[in-house]
């Protein structure tokens, strides 16, 4: 019965106060983030042009959120919060501020992400990605089993 207790509450406080240690991982990977920025996230040629490292970036917290909910308007940066543009929130702008100019205008992800999906990923980018180098742990992290690519670390 005690045992019982102890895992019902270890679950309760799980779902409302924590979340996987791997949970920010799966939202830069749902959120196709690895797309532009590749798995290791020192960016590179894709698809899309040039994207910047997530490793080199001198963006805080407060930064790298703004970019993730709002994305750079006039790059092939996306935004990823359902409410960009609608307010002012994103750099004082509004999607009526780009009428008639489509080069410059937001682009919209392909898959939006919620807050708390938001928060678990700029997390993730901050403690395990900025300005920390590539590591054979990581990649097998990323690629969730061994990958020729993680033996060349």
Same mark, same amino acid.
């Given at each position: 019965?005690?045992?019982?207790?102890?895992?019902?509450?270890?679950?309760? @406080?799980?779902?409302?106060?924590?979340?996987?240690?791997?949970? &920010? #991982? %799966?939202?830069?990977?749902?959120?196709?983030? !690895?797309?532009?920025?590749?798995?290791?996230?020192?960016?590179?040629?894709?698809?899309?042009?040039?994207?910047?490292?997530?490793?080199?970036?001198?963006?805080?917290?407060?930064?790298?959120?703004?970019?993730?909910?709002?994305?750079?308007?006039?790059?092939?940066?996306?935004?990823? @919060?359902?409410?960009?543009?609608?307010?002012?929130?994103?750099? &004082? #702008? %509004?999607?009526?501020?780009?009428?008639?100019? !489509?080069?410059?205008?937001?682009?919209?992800?392909?898959?939006?992400?919620?807050?708390?999906?938001?928060?678990?990923?700029?997390?993730?980018?901050?403690?395990?990605?900025?300005?920390?180098?590539?590591?054979?742990?990581?990649?097998?992290?990323?690629?969730?089993?061994?990958?020729?690519?993680?033996?060349?670390?």
């Amino acid at each position: 019965m005690r045992y019982l207790l102890f895992f019902f509450i270890f679950i309760i @406080s799980i779902k409302n106060f924590g979340q996987s240690p791997d949970y &920010g #991982l %799966k939202v830069f990977k749902k959120a196709n983030c !690895n797309s532009c920025h590749q798995w290791h996230g020192d960016g590179g040629g894709s698809y899309g042009g040039a994207a910047a490292s997530i490793r080199d970036t001198g963006l805080d917290k407060e930064g790298l959120k703004q970019i993730v909910e709002c994305g750079r308007p006039g790059t092939n940066m996306p935004y990823f @919060s359902k409410q960009a543009y609608k307010d002012d929130r994103c750099f &004082g #702008l %509004k999607f009526t501020d780009f009428e008639g100019d !489509n080069k410059n205008r937001p682009l919209p992800a392909r898959q939006m992400l919620n807050e708390r999906q938001i928060k678990a990923l700029i997390n993730f980018i901050v403690d395990d990605i900025k300005g920390k180098p590539v590591t054979k742990d990581y990649c097998l992290r990323f690629f969730g089993k061994p990958s020729r690519v993680c033996e060349e670390l």
